[in-house]
């Protein structure tokens, strides 16, 4: 069975920093690319950012680029990513997923985790 569990959400003020975990069990991790997403109130899931997987490419939305980072522990079947400069745009819920090709579309993610919440706000 495979399982995706997020972890690091919380409540930060805007300018701040977030650093969210995902640990994966029942799969062969370093086959994976991994991403993730997130979801805002009342808005569909959009991308954030993905890693190869081999952790050597990444991919970035605009939104994103130059504030979070994606990166990967094969060895500990865990991802990150660590967010900077957080804006109250960025409060959703964050998911992490894997796939089977490094994209960054929703609909070729195999596996996705439950998500953890994220708020920006004073």
């Known amino acids: 069975q495979v399982q995706l569990v997020e972890s690091g959400g919380g409540l930060v003020q805007p300018g701040g920093s977030l650093r969210l975990s995902c640990g994966a069990s029942?799969?062969?991790?370093?086959?994976?690319?991994m991403g993730w997403f997130r979801q805002a109130p009342g808005k569909e899931r959009e991308f954030v950012i993905a890693?190869?997987?081999?952790?050597?490419?990444?991919t970035y939305a605009d939104s994103v680029k130059g504030r979070f980072t994606i990166s990967r522990n094969n060895a500990k079947n865990s991802v990150y990513l660590q967010m900077n400069s957080l804006k109250p745009e960025d409060t959703a819920v964050y998911y992490c997923a894997a796939s089977n090709v490094f994209v960054n579309k929703a609909q070729l993610y195999n596996y996705w985790g439950q998500g953890t919440q994220v708020t920006v706000s004073s």
């Open positions: 029942g799969v062969t991790f370093s086959r994976y690319a």
């Open positions: 890693i190869s997987r081999s952790g050597i490419s990444i």
